[in-house]
Antibody, heavy 121, light 107 residues
């Protein structure tokens, strides 16, 4: 059974870089037809799509975050990562990693449990 | 960027009721529309993909319809476990934006 687990600091200083890793078990991140994504939920608000990366390495970014975000794959560790630079308090959120793909018309069928990241000095 | 607008943003209903949530896209997305159920402290759950395809394991009281820009999610005969927040999401563009959510509460 596919499982995704987020890891990374729970507290980030303003203007610094938020770095998170998603470890995937029960499946390979190199497999077609999947993509791997990061989504966040800010306190009291809805879901915000951040970025995704396909098994092939093709990436897509939320235009409002694109200048600050990098998503990448590490196939040797079966992990993928998120870097968000120049963070502010507005980036405080629960960050979730997820899997989607063409098998479900590019929807998301597996999610991690999410990790709270607070931006504060 | 494609914007998704859900309505209503909150809804009160009783067990056994039939409810419908709508979602409108800012441009044509064909049938690239998905619905999720989200409960506090849990991961969102995919209910419907491709506008009307029921995800494996999801009860048949959930159904979706629509194409182009206008879509709906219907829940027949609400069960206690259905009270949650529901999100639509488009997977047509490069960035797969979500609607703002509909909070379904017990009346």
């Amino acid at each position: 059974q596919l499982q995704l687990q987020e890891s990374g600091p729970g507290l980030v200083t303003p203007s610094e870089t938020l770095s998170l890793t998603c470890t995937v078990s029960g499946g390979s991140i190199s497999s077609s037809p999947y993509y791997w994504a990061w989504i966040r939920q800010t306190p009291g608000k809805g879901l915000d799509w951040i970025a995704n990366i396909y098994y092939s390495g093709t990436t897509n970014y939320n235009p409002s975050l694109k200048s600050r975000v990098t998503i990448s794959l590490d196939t040797s560790k079966n992990q993928f990562s998120l870097k968000l630079n120049s963070v502010t308090a507005a980036d405080t959120a629960v960050y979730s990693c997820a899997r989607g793909g063409s098998h479900v018309h590019y929807a998301i069928d597996h999610w991690g449990r999410g990790t709270l990241v607070t931006v504060s000095s | 960027d494609i914007q998704m607008t859900q309505s209503p943003t909150s809804l009160s209903a009783s067990v056994g009721d039939r409810v419908t949530i709508t979602c409108r896209a800012s441009q044509i997305i064909n049938r690239y529309l998905n619905w999720y159920q989200h409960k506090p402290g849990k991961a969102p759950k995919l209910l419907i993909y491709a506008a009307s395809s029921l995800q494996s394991g999801v009860p048949s009281r959930f159904s979706g319809s629509g194409s182009g820009t206008d879509f709906s999610l219907t829940i027949e005969s609400l069960q206690p476990e259905d009270f949650a927040t529901y999100y639509c999401q488009q997977s047509s563009g490069d960035s797969h934006t979500f609607g703002q959510g509909t909070n379904l509460e017990i009346k």
